[in-house]
Structures are given as structure tokens and as C-alpha cells.
């Protein structure tokens, strides 16, 4: 079991280091992605191993194969696609999206917030932004943190002034500034009516019917450090996860 699980961690680091390498448009219209073979020798790993990788990528619609040819990208379309299996997937936004500033990064009193982070004060951190990809914004996020966690972003520049663009995800400076790191997200998918504020943002008509995303963010201790709360165009994004049986 243990050498199962150790094979399929190395196709899944390989799987992610393409699709970061896709994302990036280090292979455009046209260029091949490397061979089975190629890929197998620079790793030092098997050619099932690559093959697993390669199927994790076709099934996400990142690429296709062509007998005889080899295996490209697959055309970029307006839709935002991501697949998300784990918290390193989701770090990996900041990879082909962008992030700018709504809200500046402030204190404030939250009773609801704090209810949630398990707080025994009313008072958080609170942030708002966009997620851009090409220029499109499909996402509206509010993010509220501990005060000793918000602390610990408040001297990053970027999360101060409305407007500012950015390449971070929240989640991936946490990690940096945490003593513990960010290991688990609960979440919960739901559809929500946009506000008059969120539709303004996203440029959609109020009461329209969004895809919300709920996450509470622990750490490998079991501190609960972030609330997300994420509202998406349906047309402009498509969210994917690979679900798989525990080994038997």
C-alpha cells in the first residue's frame, strides 16, 4: 500500500508540474509537449508514471493526444477551467490568474465572520478582491482572517490600496508567514444571488444566480487561519475535482 501510495505522489507532482508549465503557455498552438520517453528519463521515473500524469491532464481538457504526433495543449477558451484536488491547487491560481484589490485589507468587528473562525473576539481581518484570467473577472472573494493572522499580512504593500493587481493568492502568503502550514479546506458549493455590490464588480445584472464557494482553511495543527467566501460567473469559469476510492 505503501509503495502505491508513493506512485501515485510522483505522477501527481508530475501531473501538476505540466499543468503549471501549460498554464504558463510554455506550449503554444502547435508545440509538442514532451514524449512519454523524454519525460520518463528526466524524472528518473517509469513511462506508467507519466502515462498516469498525461490522463489526469486529457481528462481536465488541458490536452490532447494525437497518434503518431504526440501530446499538445488544448486551445485555450473564454471559460476559466481548473481542476482543484488539493490546497496546492489552489495556491497554483496565482500561476494564470491575476488577483486585484477590492477592499484594502483592514480590521473590523464581524460577528458572523468570527462565529465561523471558532474566535472567542468579534473583531477580524477582512479582504476583498477579483480573480482575473485574460483580463475577464470571474470571481468575487471576501476573505476574513484571525486578527494575529490578518497581522501577519499587513505589511504586504499589495493587499493595502483598492486596485492594486497582483500575482498572490491569499492562501500562498499565509503559507510563507504561518509557523504551521496550511493543510486542509472544508468546503461547500452552493448558488447564490449576486448583490448589487458583487454585480457591480463582476458586471453581471443584480440577482443573478452565481456559483459560491465557501472555504475554511486549517493548519496541520488544527488552526482554522482563513474564511473564503467566493461568488463565479458560470460562464467565464467550470470547476472540476477528481474524486478517488480510498485503497482497499
Not at 490568474?97 to 462565529?115: E, I, K, Q, S, Y
Not at 499580512?153 to 493587499?159: D, H, M, R, S
Not at 443584480?206 to 496541520?220: F, K, N, Q
Amino acid at each position: 500500500m505503501a509503495e502505491r501510495a508513493q506512485r501515485e505522489s510522483t505522477y501527481l507532482r508530475l501531473a501538476r508540474e505540466l499543468r503549471t508549465a501549460i498554464l504558463r503557455h510554455d506550449f503554444p498552438d502547435g508545440v509538442r509537449l514532451p514524449t512519454e520517453a523524454e519525460l520518463a528519463a528526466r524524472h528518473e521515473v517509469s513511462r506508467q508514471t507519466v502515462r498516469r500524469a498525461f490522463q489526469d491532464l486529457v481528462a481536465e481538457g488541458l490536452v490532447h493526444r494525437v497518434p503518431g504526433r504526440g501530446t499538445f495543449a488544448m486551445p485555450r477558451e473564454e471559460q476559466y477551467l481548473r481542476q482543484f484536488g488539493s490546497v496546492d491547487d489552489l495556491m497554483g491560481l496565482s500561476v494564470d490568474t491575476r488577483m486585484d484589490v477590492v477592499t484594502p485589507l483592514h480590521a473590523r468587528v464581524d460577528v458572523d465572520a468570527a462565529g465561523r473562525l471558532g474566535l472567542n473576539t468579534d473583531r477580524v481581518h477582512k479582504l476583498s478582491f477579483l480573480r482575473l484570467h485574460d483580463d475577464v473577472a470571474f470571481c468575487h472573494t471576501s476573505v476574513w482572517l484571525p486578527p494575529a493572522v490578518g497581522r501577519l499580512l499587513e505589511p504586504v504593500p499589495e493587499l493595502a490600496s483598492p486596485g492594486t493587481p497582483n500575482a498572490f493568492t491569499v492562501i500562498g502568503l499565509l503559507d510563507q508567514r504561518l509557523p504551521e502550514p496550511i493543510a486542509e479546506a472544508e468546503q461547500s458549493i452552493t448558488v447564490a444571488e449576486a448583490t448589487a455590490e458583487i454585480a457591480g464588480h463582476l458586471g453581471c445584472a443584480p440577482g443573478r444566480p452565481l456559483l459560491r464557494i465557501d472555504r475554511v482553511y486549517r493548519t496541520a495543527a488544527g488552526q482554522v487561519v482563513e474564511l473564503a467566501i467566493s461568488h463565479f460567473l458560470p460562464e467565464h469559469y467550470s470547476y472540476r475535482v477528481r474524486l478517488r476510492r480510498n485503497d482497499r
